[in-house]
T-cell receptor, first 111, second 114 residues
Framework: RKEVEQDPGPFNVPEGATVAFNCTYS??????FFWYRQDCRKEPKLLMS???SGNEDGRFTAQLNRASQYISLLIRDSKLSDSATYLC????????????FGPGTSLSVIP | EAEVAQSPRYKITEKSQAVAFWCDPI?????LYWYRQILGQGPELLVQ????????DSQLPKDRFSAERLKGVDSTLKIQPAELGDSAMYLC????????????FGPGTRLLVL
């Protein structure tokens, strides 16, 4: 089993739709969780951190379920500019905080 | 805004040749990462430096790959000899500290091995 797994995608949704991505991780000692966004042929950029109580940033909501080792990202009112690959990232609780990226889920928002 | 610099942006080489990639992290960032990203997959950590020391190179194919960060600032990743399967994007990232939430990525070096 891979350390971080994500919905395989791709997701093709119309503008204005709500879409949710799921991510699971295998290491129960994982400490920190993030969502990164990667545009086609570009470098990844931090979208948001994921906090235990859940957190929201505009149209984006991230949730963490430690018991189920599960992270989610919800995007409301999708925009064309949301089209990208969304990478789930988990930081293990080792002394040097090893970071593991998931394989990513591709989103295309269609006019 | 400070950025992570990488060069070259693109590299085409023949198998069995040597290639080298360079990364200059954001000034003051103690932690530097090299990732390999194959098309359609997420970045895979190759090596992590804390200042000039390697703290994780468990996924680095050490028979052909080497990485150094001699003065704890910029870094070089080398492949010798290159193989067809090394074709990928090589990304460098830096963070102020290992525990820092955000890793800042450079634009990457896209390698094609023929």
């Amino acid at each position: 089993r891979k350390e971080v797994e994500q919905d395989p995608g791709p997701f093709n949704v119309p503008e204005g739709a709500t879409v949710a991505f799921n991510c699971t991780y295998s290491n129960s000692a994982s400490q920190s969780f993030f969502w990164y966004r990667q545009d086609c042929r570009k470098e990844p950029k931090l979208l948001m951190s994921v906090y235990s109580s859940g957190n929201e940033d505009g149209r984006f909501t991230a949730q963490l379920n430690r018991a189920s080792q599960y992270i989610s990202l919800l995007i409301r009112d999708s925009k064309l500019s949301d089209s990208a690959t969304y990478l789930c990232v988990v930081r293990a609780g080792t002394s040097y905080d090893k970071v593991i990226f998931g394989p990513g889920t591709s989103l295309s928002v269609i006019p | 805004e400070a950025e992570v610099a990488q060069s070259p942006r693109y590299k085409i080489t023949e198998k069995s040749q040597a290639v080298a990639f360079w990364c200059d992290p954001i000034s003051g960032h103690a932690t530097l990462y090299w990732y390999r990203q194959i098309l359609g997959q997420g970045p895979e950590l190759l090596v992590q430096f804390q200042d000039e020391s390697v703290v994780d190179d468990s996924q680095l194919p050490k028979d052909r790959f080497s990485a150094e960060r001699l003065k704890g600032v910029d870094s070089t990743l080398k492949i010798q000899p290159a193989e067809l399967g090394d074709s990928a994007m090589y990304l460098c990232a830096s963070s102020l500290l290992p525990q820092e939430e955000t890793q800042y990525f450079g634009p990457g070096t896209r390698l094609l091995v023929l």
